[in-house]
């Protein structure tokens, strides 16, 4: 599903979402307490007894582990099963994509949109394709290339996972500030639109704050990778 036609799914289906909602000081990227944040990251990251049943299911069906985010930024919530906006798809080569959704256009001013997508290609550690649209001499042509790109030099460390961080991104990503890395021959990626109310800085900070939340959940049964 394109990232136009999920607007579109969420514009028609949330129409009756309040538009006054109150960002927690954490995900925005606000000063919360210092001890409470200390405490948070003195215990390991748990996936919540809701979402993992999601997780574990799809772990056991592509035959490879997954990564459940034990924390993701307001207003979005774990469980992706049986949403109208949340979802999954898989494609044949095993590949996945979970995303997390929430749209508002009644703000003050203007639409408001919360996305994550959190994806997967098992024995597979290339960087996926998109096409590019381009006008070359007046004709349009598609020009496939690399989904993400604009890699940032520095590798980022949040635990065993080093991953970099691309910010010029297509296809599902498109618009994204995106982490990719690698695992046992796997690519994984997790990325964040920068959108309203959440600044480049805060998309950032959410990142940063997922990546840490981060629990591999392992296939029940032997695994493909």
Request: glycine share 10%.
């Amino acid at each position: 599903m394109s990232p136009r036609n999920e607007l579109r799914l969420g514009i028609a289906g949330i129409a009756g979402v309040a538009a006054a909602f109150v960002f927690a000081a954490a995900g925005c990227g606000g000063g919360g307490s210092s001890s409470a944040a200390e405490a948070a990251q003195a215990k390991p990251p748990a996936c919540s007894k809701a979402a993992r049943g999601s997780w574990q299911k799809l772990a056991n069906r592509i035959h490879a582990p997954v990564y459940c985010p034990a924390w993701l930024p307001n207003p979005l919530v774990g469980r992706w099963s049986g949403s109208p906006f949340n979802g999954h798809e898989v494609d044949p080569n095993r590949s996945y994509l979970v995303k997390f959704l929430w749209f508002d256009a009644g703000l003050p001013g203007g639409p408001s949109e919360v996305h994550v997508n959190l994806r997967g290609w098992p024995g597979n550690p290339r960087i996926p394709t998109c096409d590019q649209t381009l006008t070359v001499g007046g004709k349009t042509i598609e020009k496939p290339s690399p989904c993400f790109s604009d890699p940032k030099p520095r590798k980022r460390h949040f635990g065993k996972i080093v991953a970099t961080l691309y910010t010029a991104n297509q296809g599902a990503d498109q618009w994204h500030l995106l982490y990719a890395w690698h695992r046992n021959g796997s690519l994984y990626s997790l990325s964040e639109h920068v959108a309203d109310p959440y600044t480049y800085r805060q998309v950032l900070f959410n990142l940063d704050r997922m990546m840490r939340a981060l629990v591999l959940v392992e296939p029940q049964g032997k695994s493909q990778t």
